[in-house]
């Protein structure tokens, strides 16, 4: 449970060298409405980055920059919360499914009081490019010469959706020295060499240093995120939404909070 009450499933949510700079990715779905409409009332954040993914429904939203919204399926919100923004997400009653994913990167001590920053990505912003069995589309990095509209990020993010057909293969360079992992939306396949274990929806794959990955498949389909980015190497003092490299700058963070004189930056 986070926020006011919406149930989600933690794919991951620490601070752990082989996910550095990603600190937190939540998958929140679910056809109930009673597991989500609580939502993410106001709340702050400072040093970090959020960026949300809608894959089913809506989430309104709301920042202190001014900025307010929708974010509707397909579509994605990259926050940069640097020296502190005060927001709200709030799902919106819908038919059927909401769902969807929030990841969190960490921000190095030199950008973590940069100025807040906001991008709001339309789905149909978002290229998708076909390449053999697999359809990518790409939120954040470059496949194929074909970029993905969030650039400029200071850990070097990749961020696909990437779903592969049945009885193929998907080859994929990254950068050597990035830390990189997949996690399974639908389907199943394998994503290594041996061809074993096969893997299927919510299995969180961390790779091995090395420039290449092979994922395959067999019988079935795949979709999943494929994540990388540059390791920041840091100390982490994390405390809730506010990630710092030391516990006097939480303390800072959480008494500016309270007494009013969190945010530096309005636009
Ligand atoms: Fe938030």
């Given amino acids: 449970m986070e926020g006011a009450g919406v149930k989600l499933k ?16 939540d998958d929140f779905h ?22 949300t993914y809608m894959l089913h429904g ?18 994605v919100q990259w926050m940069t919360a640097g020296n502190g923004i005060i927001h709200q997400e709030m799902p919106e009653r819908a ?53 993905g509209p969030v650039q400029d ?38 994503f290594n060499l041996e061809h074993n274990p096969l893997l299927n929806k919510d299995n969180l794959i961390l790779f091995e240093d090395g420039d290449v990955i092979k994922i395959s ?10 994540i990388s980015g540059k390791p920041i190497g840091e100390p982490v003092a994390w405390h809730g939404p506010i990630v710092m490299n030391t516990q006097e700058e939480i303390r800072t963070a959480f008494t500016e909070y309270r007494e009013g004189t969190f945010i530096r930056y309005t636009g």
């Avoid at 679910?30 to 960026?51: C, K, L, V």
């Avoid at 498949?217 to 494929?226: I, K, M, N, Q, V």
């Fill in 153 to 190: 990020i200071i850990t070097e993010p990749e961020y696909l959706d990437i779903t592969i057909t049945q009885d193929s293969e998907f080859v994929h360079r990254v950068k050597k020295g990035h830390n990189v992992f997949a996690y399974v939306i639908q389907g199943e396949g394998y």
């Fill in 10 to 25: 933690r794919a991951f949510g620490q601070d752990h060298p082989k996910l550095d700079p990603f600190l937190l990715l």
């Fill in 95 to 147: 038919e059927g499914l909401m769902g969807g994913f929030q990841l969190w990167a960490n921000l190095p001590s030199s950008h973590k009081m940069m100025n807040p920053r906001y991008r709001d990505i339309k789905k149909e912003d978002i290229p998708e490019i076909e390449v053999g069995g697999a359809k990518i589309k790409i939120i954040c990095g470059e496949v194929k010469g074909t970029k």
């Fill in 58 to 75: 809506k989430i309104k939203h709301e920042d202190s920059l001014g900025n307010a919204g929708v974010i509707e399926s397909g579509d």
């Fill in 30 to 51: 679910s056809d109930n409405p009673e597991d989500y409409i609580a939502g993410f009332p106001w709340h702050p954040h400072r040093g970090i980055e959020t960026i």
């Fill in 217 to 226: 498949t067999e019988d079935s389909l795949l979709r999943f995120l494929l």
